[in-house]
């Protein structure tokens, strides 16, 4: 995932407001509860002030590009200051720190420094994935590290050209899962409670990319599906086993977007003018195209957005052009890919 790279401290009292009018369900990771950006919250205001909406506490932070996760009254993001990426902490009503726990060192890019992915919250633990790509478990009540790994290096790769952005994913409980983009390992999953390796996936010549993985359901089985720099792959949670791989190469290698499911489809969409397709991925082997939209005139290119998809329909920003200077509002018909409205 990528945000803009500014100063954290405007995002974290924004997100005060956020946890005041909506506490009752919790946001344990990237895109949320089912990773795919919908909330079962009730009761949401539809609209703010003319004056904008109240602040209520506003705290320093750092740099970086990661994204919060909640549960219950705490708040945890990953930031970087001149020394070091660390994970902070934050009572979501008051601000306050509850821990600051670094994780690795200042993490240095060209274009923007500082972490990228999401902090993902299971089982009274916290699991980040610093810029470089080092993997760490801590205690969510107190901060305390429990484990450390470097993926990346380990399996004898190197960091994406602009960072490690795939957030952690608990695929299964007690097993969390991450792309790596290595020689060894284009994705692999962890022992939750020691950070040992439960098994990895080689498909030389991937790169990692910048999305973050999903678990879907496909008729009656659970997938994981990774969009990495060079192909989306279908994968079986437990054992790691390829159920099936989709060529999709983007500028830059930048799939950016998660995966998104149905019970039978995976939707996946780029930017760099690149498009969208729709894929029916039930049974075993290759997957068949529904429909692809790809191009300048594609109906949908989420450069650094994911979709949603709500009863049968995507709701997404189509970015035009390279790095997407203009942005749209699309939806999109999920089953036919026909555009069915666009927002300048």
Request: net charge negative; aromatic share 8%; charged share 15%.
């Amino acid at each position: 995932m990528f945000i803009n790279a500014k100063r954290f401290a405007a995002v974290l009292s924004l997100l005060s407001v956020l946890c005041a009018t909506a506490v009752a369900d919790d946001w344990p990771q990237f895109l949320g509860p089912q990773r795919n950006g919908i909330s079962t919250e009730t009761g949401l205001i539809d609209s703010f002030p003319a004056s904008g909406p109240k602040e209520l506490w506003r705290v320093p932070g750092g740099v970086g590009m990661s994204g919060i996760a909640v549960v219950g009254d705490t708040v945890v993001t990953l930031v970087q200051d001149d020394n070091e990426q660390f994970v902070l902490a934050l009572n979501a009503q008051t601000g306050k720190t509850h821990w600051k726990s670094p994780i690795a060192a200042a993490y240095r890019n060209p274009m923007g420094d500082g972490p990228r992915a999401a902090p993902c919250i299971s089982g009274g633990k916290v699991f980040v994935y610093s810029g470089e790509g080092v993997l760490a478990a801590l205690n969510l009540q107190n901060g305390r590290l429990l484990w450390k790994r470097h993926p990346v290096v380990e399996f004898g790769g190197k960091p994406a050209e602009y960072g490690m952005a795939c957030s952690p994913l608990m695929v299964d409980e007690g097993l969390v899962a991450v792309t790596i983009g290595a020689p060894e390992a284009a994705v692999a999953a962890f022992n939750a409670e020691t950070g040992e390796t439960v098994w990895q996936l080689s498909q030389p010549g991937d790169t990692a990319g910048y999305s973050s993985p999903a678990v879907v359901q496909v008729e009656q089985e659970e997938q994981l599906v990774v969009h990495g720099g060079k192909a989306a792959l279908g994968i079986q949670p437990r054992s790691g086993k390829l159920l099936w791989r989709y060529p999709y190469e983007t500028d830059y290698d930048c799939n950016i977007a998660t995966p998104l499911g149905d019970g039978k489809h995976v939707f996946l969409s780029s930017g760099e003018n690149h498009g969208s397709v729709l894929l029916d991925v039930a049974g075993t082997g290759k997957p068949k195209v529904v429909w692809k939209s790809h191009d300048v005139q594609s109906v949908m290119r989420n450069e650094w957005q994911t979709s949603i998809l709500h009863k049968g329909y995507l709701y997404g920003f189509d970015n035009v052009g390279s790095a997407g200077p203009v942005t749209n509002l699309a939806c999109v018909n999920a089953l036919t890919g026909e555009q069915v409205w666009l927002e300048r």
